[in-house]
Antibody, heavy 121, light 109 residues
Framework: QLQLSGPGLVRPSQTLSLTCAIS??????????WNWIRQSPSRGLEWLGR?????????DFAESVKSRISIKSDTSNNQFSLQLNSVTPDDTAVYYC?????????????WGQGTLVTVSS | VMTQTPLSLSVTPGQPASISCKSS???????????LYWYLQRPGQSPQLLIY???RRFSGVPDRFSGSGSGTDFTLQISRVEAEDVGVYFC????????FGQGTKVEIK
C-alpha cells in the first residue's frame, strides 16, 4: 500500500512537498522503483519522476520539471518524497505515488490514493 | 506522443468496445519487449493497471479485457462491457521514461 501525505495548499513560488509511505514493500528494494505522477485537466496524466535502488540510488525525471524536482528516499521510515520548487498555479493537480516492480518489469502496478494540491495565494 | 481514439465512447452493456492508442515512435525495446500499458481510472479513484507488455492481463483483471498491437499501434478491447467498466482508459508507454495518452472516457448507454 502507498499512503500519500502533504499540504493541500501551496503558495506560488514556494516548494510543494509530498511524502508517500510504503507498506508491504521496501523503498530500498532492488526490484522496485518509486514514482510520482500528477493529473490535471490541462496536462492529463503526467509522469514526474522516480527513484530506485540498485546498489546505489538513482533518479529519473521528466524534462518538463527536471530543473525544479527532487525525489528522495527515507529508508528509516520506508517512504519517499517529492519536492517541486518554484511552483505556479499550473502545478495545481492531483498528485499520485506509484510503484514499478521488476522481474518481470511492470510499470505503475500499484498507485496511492492521490492528493489534490492547489497552488494559490 | 501517445494518441488515443476515440476520446469518448458510449456502449450498451454486453456489447464490445475498442480503444486505439498510437505512439509517435516504435515502442519495441532492444530486449524484445514492448512496454505498452493500459490503465482504467474509475470515477473518484486512482488509475489501476489492466494490461502490461501490450497483451498481458494484470492479476485479477477479467478476461473480457484484451490488448493487442505492435510497434506504434495498439488496441484495448473489452469483449462485453459491464457497468463496472465505466471510467477513463489510458494507454502508457515506458519505452522512453513514461508518457500517457489523453484518455478515453467510457460510459454506459
Amino acid at each position: 500500500q502507498l499512503q500519500l501525505s502533504g499540504p493541500g495548499l501551496v503558495r506560488p513560488s514556494q516548494t510543494l512537498s509530498l511524502t508517500c509511505a510504503i507498506s508491504g514493500d521496501s523503498v530500498s528494494s532492488n526490484t522496485a522503483a518509486w514514482n510520482w505522477i500528477r493529473q490535471s485537466p490541462s496536462r492529463g496524466l503526467e509522469w514526474l519522476g522516480r527513484t530506485y535502488y540498485r546498489s546505489k540510488w538513482y533518479n529519473d525525471f521528466a524534462e518538463s520539471v527536471k530543473s525544479r524536482i527532487s525525489i528522495k528516499s527515507d529508508t528509516s521510515n520506508n517512504q519517499f518524497s517529492l519536492q517541486l520548487n518554484s511552483v505556479t498555479p499550473d502545478d495545481t493537480a492531483v498528485y499520485y505515488c506509484a510503484r514499478d516492480v521488476g522481474a518481470p518489469y511492470i510499470a505503475l502496478d500499484y498507485w496511492g490514493q492521490g492528493t489534490l494540491v492547489t497552488v494559490s495565494s | 506522443v501517445m494518441t488515443q481514439t476515440p476520446l469518448s465512447l458510449s456502449v450498451t452493456p454486453g456489447q464490445p468496445a475498442s480503444i486505439s492508442c498510437k505512439s509517435s515512435e516504435s515502442l519495441l525495446n532492444s530486449d524484445g519487449k514492448t512496454y505498452l500499458y493500459w490503465y482504467l481510472q474509475r470515477p473518484g479513484q486512482s488509475p489501476q493497471l489492466l494490461i502490461y507488455d501490450v497483451y498481458r492481463r494484470f492479476s485479477g483483471v477479467p478476461d473480457r479485457f484484451s490488448g493487442s498491437g505492435s510497434g506504434t499501434d495498439f488496441t484495448l478491447q473489452i469483449s462485453r462491457v459491464e457497468a463496472e467498466d465505466v471510467g477513463v482508459y489510458f494507454c502508457m508507454q515506458s519505452f522512453r521514461l513514461k508518457k500517457f495518452g489523453q484518455g478515453t472516457k467510457v460510459e454506459i448507454k
